[in-house]
């Protein structure tokens, strides 16, 4: 509607209030109230800032009310004491606008019956809210009504601030890390809430009423325009609420609560400044009671959800990744170190995360598992990934001679990186113990992954145990009880591809002996040797009885 005509009011809430459970008592709050609705109120100016708390009611006839007024009060007249000058209308406005009176309600019964202009021109002119009403109301009951609102807002507000500090409190004494509390300031604000370090690199995000990817877009373009100082407060165009999070002066980062994405800047009630102003302190303690810093812990959380694509879409995972500094477009390799010995003395994840960066390789370094490290890799189109896997590799024989340095599949978009950690783990899986990668490398990749890898890899699977034994068992149960090797001359044989001349010489015997223990080995396992079906089956299963056999 234009500045002069009925302004369409909120859905009227019950006395009781309990359409502005959990937020201050607005003005339009207290004109969809029955009791003033009654009235058939008009909002002739101030259409804009209908959402001003109201602290008090005040009903004045006095010619200087603002003289009473503490600001926040909703100032109810009959008409009767306004000056008949316009400077003198223009003073008395001035001076409720000046004291911060939330609005001004004139009825329209005894002394007028339209607005005077003089009064209209004043108050849009400070932009204060002018209200009529056509209808005699009682301002009394008016009174009674809005400040039992207020008192039960009052008493609720209070209840709600005792929670706020005791779920804290529990916090604090569960030893909770850095992204439960956060969890819990979002939960307990329905606001999304982020924790950023000093340049801007968002460390954790938990989102509500928005996905990741609205709250982190253009996160450090948008977190530097928001420039805060050594308080809680609202600051930036995107009207955020921020806190310092500091300790004796050593300021670490800041907590950022942003305002409902739907419907504009929204106010923060004063329990959402208690909420961020304990999420700081409870953090502060975090911080200084867990040894693993933020941005540790916040390359480890997105590495993991990124290994086992925990992200709700790939947009979320991009925006995550790039509110920590990282490229989400070029190339990605995944690659796993799981190391053979522990030193608890060193710590792994940084040392190879500082080699990496020493390098100026873009990457996420985290702990996947006990003794498993995973890395992905973050390089240009242009960048080749082994150079760097090796630097890797180097690293991490020089922290366990023993590791094991696995990689995936290089894949093109930051979504695929599950699969390219998949096929990492695949490599690990089939590394045997004390077997060198081949060509000089060291480390292991897909490729390497021949029949005896893959038999290792699948070692613990009942189907090969079983095919092994319903292959070969026979003949060991044999050799057994008769004392005889020859499981050893079906190795030669079929290491010889069916020769029977090379199989005599590995095994330092006759061709005519040869000629007897197949004959005895074919008869034992009902099995043609002659048949290349049949050889290769066999030399499937005595890999299989290699591999069980070998210490794990």
Same mark, same amino acid.
């Given at each position: 509607?234009g500045?002069?005509?009925?302004?369409?009011?909120?859905p009227?809430?019950?006395?009781?209030?309990?359409?502005?459970?959990?937020?201050?008592?607005?003005?339009?709050?207290?004109?969809a109230?029955?009791?003033?609705?009654?009235?058939?109120?008009?909002?002739?100016?101030?259409?804009?800032?209908?959402?001003?708390?109201?602290?008090?009611?005040?009903?004045? @006839? #006095? !010619? *200087?009310?603002?003289?009473?007024?503490?600001?926040g +009060? $909703? &100032?109810?007249?009959?008409?009767? /004491?306004?000056?008949?000058?316009?400077?003198?209308?223009?003073?008395?406005?001035? @001076? #409720? !606008? *000046?004291?911060?009176?939330?609005?001004?309600?004139? +009825? $329209? &019964?005894?002394?007028?019956?339209? /607005?005077?202009?003089?009064?209209?021109?004043?108050?849009?002119?400070?932009?204060?809210? #002018?209200?009529?009403?056509?209808?005699?109301?009682?301002?009394? +009951?008016?009174?009674?009504?809005?400040?039992t609102?207020?008192?039960?807002?009052?008493?609720?507000a209070?209840?709600?601030?005792?929670?706020?500090?005791?779920?804290?409190t529990?916090?604090?004494?569960?030893?909770?890390?850095?992204?439960?509390?956060?969890?819990?300031?979002?939960e307990?604000?329905?606001?999304?809430?982020v924790?950023?370090?000093?340049?801007?690199?968002?460390?954790?995000?938990?989102?509500?009423?928005?996905?990741?990817?609205?709250?982190?877009?253009?996160?450090?373009?948008?977190?530097?325009?928001?420039?805060?100082?050594?308080?809680?407060?609202?600051?930036?165009?995107?009207?955020?609420?921020?806190?310092?999070v500091e300790?004796?002066?050593?300021?670490w980062?800041?907590?950022?609560?942003l305002?409902?994405?739907?419907?504009?800047?929204?106010?923060?009630?004063?329990?959402?400044?208690?909420?961020?102003e304990?999420?700081?302190?409870?953090?502060?303690?975090a911080?200084?009671?867990?040894?693993?810093?933020?941005e540790?812990?916040?390359?480890?959380?997105?590495?993991?959800?990124?290994?086992?694509q925990?992200?709700?879409?790939?947009?979320?995972?991009?925006?995550?990744v790039?509110?920590?500094?990282?490229?989400?477009e070029?190339?990605?390799?995944?690659?796993?170190?799981?190391?053979?010995?522990?030193?608890?003395?060193?710590?792994?994840?940084?040392?190879?995360?500082?080699?990496?960066?020493?390098?100026?390789?873009?990457?996420?370094?985290?702990?996947?598992?006990?003794?498993?490290?995973?890395?992905?890799?973050?390089?240009?189109?242009?960048?080749?990934?082994?150079?760097?896997?090796?630097?890797?590799?180097?690293?991490a024989?020089?922290?366990?001679?023993?590791?094991?340095?696995s990689?995936?599949?290089?894949?093109?978009?930051l979504?695929?990186?599950?699969?390219?950690?998949r096929?990492?783990?695949?490599?690990?899986?089939?590394?045997?113990?004390?077997?060198?990668?081949?060509?000089?490398?060291?480390?292991?990749?897909?490729?390497?992954?021949?029949?005896?890898?893959?038999?290792?890899?699948?070692?613990?699977?009942?189907?090969?145990?079983?095919?092994?034994?319903?292959?070969?068992?026979?003949?060991?149960?044999?050799?057994?009880?008769?004392?005889?090797?020859?499981?050893?001359?079906?190795?030669?044989?079929?290491?010889?591809?069916?020769?029977?001349?090379?199989?005599?010489?590995?095994?330092?015997?006759?061709?005519?002996?040869?000629?007897?223990?197949?004959?005895?080995?074919?008869?034992?396992l009902?099995?043609?040797?002659?048949?290349?079906?049949?050889?290769?089956?066999?030399?499937?299963?005595?890999?299989?009885?290699?591999?069980?056999?070998?210490?794990?």
């Amino acid at each position: 509607m234009g500045e002069d005509g009925v302004t369409l009011l909120p859905p009227e809430p019950d006395d009781r209030g309990s359409a502005t459970a959990g937020r201050p008592l607005t003005v339009a709050d207290v004109l969809a109230l029955p009791v003033l609705a009654a009235g058939q109120p008009q909002v002739v100016t101030g259409v804009t800032r209908l959402d001003r708390p109201v602290r008090w009611v005040h009903i004045t @006839e #006095l !010619t *200087d009310p603002a003289s009473f007024l503490k600001g926040g +009060e $909703l &100032v109810l007249t009959t008409g009767m /004491p306004l000056p008949e000058d316009p400077t003198g209308v223009r003073r008395y406005v001035d @001076e #409720l !606008t *000046d004291v911060g009176a939330a609005a001004l309600v004139i +009825e $329209l &019964v005894r002394r007028y019956h339209r /607005p005077p202009d003089a009064l209209v021109q004043a108050c849009r002119a400070r932009d204060l809210p #002018l209200v009529t009403l056509a209808e005699d109301v009682n301002f009394l +009951e008016v009174t009674q009504v809005v400040h039992t609102l207020l008192l039960g807002h009052q008493t609720e507000a209070m209840r709600r601030t005792q929670r706020i500090h005791e779920a804290f409190t529990g916090l604090t004494l569960r030893g909770a890390g850095p992204e439960d509390v956060v969890r819990a300031a979002a939960e307990l604000s329905g606001r999304t809430v982020v924790l950023e370090n000093l340049v801007h690199q968002a460390l954790i995000c938990e989102a509500s009423g928005s996905t990741v990817e609205e709250a982190l877009a253009d996160w450090e373009q948008r977190s530097r325009a928001a420039p805060s100082r050594d308080r809680t407060e609202v600051c930036g165009p995107e009207g955020w609420l921020v806190a310092p999070v500091e300790y004796q002066g050593d300021r670490w980062g800041r907590v950022t609560m942003l305002p409902d994405p739907v419907g504009g800047p929204a106010l923060f009630a004063p329990e959402d400044v208690t909420v961020l102003e304990r999420t700081a302190m409870a953090l502060t303690i975090a911080r200084l009671i867990h040894t693993t810093t933020w941005e540790r812990a916040a390359h480890r959380n997105a590495l993991r959800d990124l290994a086992e694509q925990r992200h709700h879409s790939p947009e979320d995972a991009r925006a995550r990744v790039a509110a920590l500094g990282l490229p989400t477009e070029g190339g990605f390799v995944a690659v796993l170190v799981d190391l053979r010995r522990r030193d608890d003395g060193a710590e792994p994840e940084s040392l190879l995360a500082q080699e990496l960066r020493m390098a100026g390789v873009p990457a996420l370094v985290g702990t996947l598992a006990p003794g498993r490290l995973g890395v992905l890799l973050a390089l240009p189109h242009s960048q080749p990934w082994r150079p760097a896997v090796e630097r890797l590799s180097r690293t991490a024989h020089g922290l366990d001679p023993d590791a094991v340095v696995s990689i995936g599949a290089e894949v093109a978009d930051l979504y695929d990186a599950p699969r390219s950690f998949r096929e990492a783990e695949r490599v690990a899986e089939s590394a045997l113990p004390g077997l060198a990668p081949p060509d000089g490398r060291s480390f292991h990749e897909l490729s390497d992954i021949g029949l005896h890898r893959l038999l290792y890899a699948l070692r613990e699977d009942i189907r090969v145990q079983d095919y092994a034994e319903r292959q070969l068992g026979r003949l060991v149960d044999h050799d057994t009880r008769h004392g005889t090797d020859l499981l050893t001359t079906l190795r030669h044989y079929l290491d010889a591809a069916g020769n029977k001349t090379t199989a005599a010489r590995r095994g330092g015997l006759s061709r005519e002996t040869v000629y007897q223990r197949l004959r005895a080995i074919e008869r034992i396992l009902h099995r043609d040797l002659e048949s290349g079906e049949q050889r290769t089956e066999l030399h499937v299963a005595l890999t299989a009885l290699d591999v069980l056999r070998a210490p794990h």
